[in-house]
């Protein structure tokens, strides 16, 4: 079976409180960490990725960002998505290309842009069913919706975004920053799969509990690299002690 479709079955018939957990490595030792660990498949984090290469969130140029992906998805035999952020200004078909040469199965594509600003829901969704069709099944393709994210609190603006990416052939969508509260609300409007955010500060809910209130599957952004960036700082302030 393709990577592809391995990553597509992980996504199916999930219960209640058994979301599918995506840790996101941000360069090859940490997806190889990942994949010891037991994880079926991994995601990689743009904001992570950023601060492993020195730069700020968001300021990562496209090929940098591909080559960081294609060294992690090279590392392991799991299925690796991609976060390439916005799509880089990218036409669809060399977007699809270029993360397909990078190893990558799946990809995270963000519904603002880079200053903050929400894109047309339908601009987008058209946008979304070309990079649909230029990937045909070869790519799982996760609409982030930035509502909750850009100051929009109203559960419905979520949903209508993701009725429309859903009918451009978007495979799962992802409300980044709703709420736990609305999660059912999200769950019952939505069709098909949803990406939901996971704090690794055990300030929120946890995976198994963001499953039961309607997480699909569970990623972290960034928050593996930083808490690992925290506790590397904690061994160097050691050693000069």
């Not at 490595?25 to 992570?48: H, K, M, N, Y």
């Not at 339908?122 to 099944?137: C, I, M, S, T």
């Not at 309607?214 to 593996?224: D, E, I, S």
Request: glycine fraction near 12%; aromatic fraction near 6%; charge should be negative.
């Amino acid at each position: 079976m393709r990577k592809v479709e391995v990553f597509r079955a992980l996504h199916r018939s999930r219960l209640p409180g058994d979301p599918l957990v995506l840790p996101g490595p941000w360069d090859a030792i940490s997806a190889r960490v990942c994949e010891e660990a037991g994880f079926p498949a991994l995601a990689t984090p743009s904001a992570g990725i950023a601060a492993a290469l020195g730069r700020e969130d968001g300021s990562t140029p496209a090929d940098e960002m591909f080559a960081a992906v294609a060294r992690i998805a090279g590392a392991v035999d799991v299925p690796v998505s991609a976060d390439v952020e916005g799509g880089y200004g990218l036409a669809p078909k060399e977007l699809v290309e270029r993360l397909l040469e990078t190893g990558a199965v799946g990809c995270n594509l963000e519904d603002s842009h880079g200053g903050g600003v929400l894109k047309d829901p339908r601009e987008h969704a058209e946008w979304l069913a070309e990079v649909r069709y230029a990937a045909g099944d070869q790519l799982f393709v996760n609409a982030r919706i930035d509502t909750f994210a850009r100051g929009d609190k109203d559960p419905e603006r979520a949903i209508e975004r993701a009725a429309l990416y859903v009918a451009a052939g978007a495979d799962c969508v992802y409300p980044i920053g709703a709420p736990a509260g609305v999660l059912p609300l999200l769950r019952s409007g939505i069709q098909g799969p949803v990406n939901v955010f996971g704090r690794l500060d055990g300030e929120g809910p946890s995976p198994t509990e963001l499953g039961e209130l309607g997480a699909t599957r569970v990623t972290f952004g960034p928050g593996l690299q930083r808490r690992m960036a925290r506790q590397l700082r904690e061994s160097a302030d050691r050693l000069q002690r």
